[in-house]
């Protein structure tokens, strides 16, 4: 398989990813509020004694999966034949990814072009990945992509493939909802009346494409929008009596790629909670949220 030949690759790609343990100080997720306009401040965690932020290794935190591909490098055809379903169908996943990925990059880079006769939008980069490289990897071999969004198009690297559009509706309208990217799907599918078992993913770009979604999903002065967001696009100065002036500057890059941060916190935070309502018996809720920021 070409899993052998991408071994030790793999284990050592991800023996240096390191995740920091972040804290969450406050929100507004008990109010009704779009994931765009979600507040969810938090910090990273530092050792008191040495001043070093707290993190673990992604081999430490899903040793059972690490080692899991670790074994793979000795495996037989018959053996994996033998592994339980899910295990069986992500070692062929994982397997035709590679087996296909000189033609990944092709159609990626062909994709992802943009020239004055043929400008890229955040549509075309959603389908260009989405086809290209996440939906090969999603569990359930298929991903969806948010009904809203408008400029819907065949994809641009010239495959042809027109992409399913549909509901990617998470949370609820008293509290956090909105809708992701994109969905890519569970090893159970896409459930008929839930779309809770897929993996949400977001897409921050700082492509200007005002007609991307039907239901803007950009930050705007919104009647949802609380003092905890606005503070990001404001700068305070305090006077020296009781009086506050506020200068008011617009959103910086750093600024919105906070924003774009927040919303993936919230949204992954929606989506484990609908996991443990959906399925009492899983023995981690530790759902992913992939976002993806230039």
Same mark, same amino acid.
């Given at each position: 398989m070409v899993l052998e030949k991408h071994g030790k690759i793999l284990e050592c790609s991800l023996d240096n990813i390191e995740l920091l343990v972040l804290q969450i100080t406050s929100t507004n997720a008990k109010r009704s509020v779009s994931f765009s306009n979600a507040c969810c401040l938090y910090d990273m965690i530092k050792d008191a004694e040495h001043g070093l932020f707290w993190s673990l290794k992604l081999t430490t935190l899903f040793e059972k999966g690490v080692k899991f591909l670790s074994d793979l490098k000795n495996v037989t055809t018959e053996e994996i034949e033998k592994m339980d379903i899910h295990k069986k169908a992500a070692v062929k996943l994982l397997d035709n990814f590679l087996k296909t990925k000189d033609e990944i990059e092709?159609?990626?880079?062909?994709?992802?072009?943009?020239?004055s006769e043929s400008p890229i939008t955040k549509t075309d980069i959603n389908i260009v990945f989405a086809e290209h490289l996440l939906g090969k990897l999603a569990p359930g071999g298929s991903y969806i992509i948010d009904a809203n969004t408008k400029n819907k198009d065949t994809c641009r690297c010239g495959c042809g493939v027109y992409p399913a559009f549909e509901s990617t509706g998470i949370g609820h309208e008293e509290?956090?909802?909105?809708?992701?990217?994109?969905?890519? +799907?569970?090893?159970?599918?896409?459930?008929?009346? +839930?779309?809770?078992?897929?993996?949400?993913?977001?897409?921050?770009?700082?492509? *200007?494409?005002?007609?991307? *979604?039907?239901d803007d999903s950009m930050p705007s002065a919104s009647l949802d929008e609380t003092p905890c967001k606005r503070?990001? *696009?404001?700068?305070?100065? @305090? +006077?020296?009596?009781?009086?506050?002036?506020?200068?008011?500057?617009?959103?910086?890059? +750093?600024?919105?790629?906070?924003?774009?941060?927040?919303?993936?916190?919230?949204?992954?935070?929606?989506?484990? @909670? =609908?996991?443990?309502?959906?399925?009492?018996? @899983?023995?981690?809720?530790?759902?992913?949220?992939?976002?993806? =920021?230039?």
């Open positions: 092709k159609s990626l880079h062909k994709g992802l072009i943009s020239n509290v956090w909802h909105g809708h992701v990217d994109m969905v890519l +799907s569970s090893q159970r599918g896409f459930p008929d009346e +839930s779309l809770c078992d897929g993996i949400p993913v977001h897409f921050y770009t700082d492509i *200007s494409d005002a007609d991307t *979604s039907e503070r990001k *696009s404001e700068t305070e100065r @305090l +006077s020296s009596g009781d009086n506050t002036a506020i200068d008011v500057k617009p959103p910086t890059t +750093s600024a919105t790629k906070e924003d774009a941060i927040e919303q993936a916190l919230a949204q992954t935070i929606v989506t484990s @909670l =609908l996991q443990k309502q959906r399925h009492e018996n @899983l023995e981690s809720y530790l759902m992913p949220e992939c976002s993806a =920021l230039d």
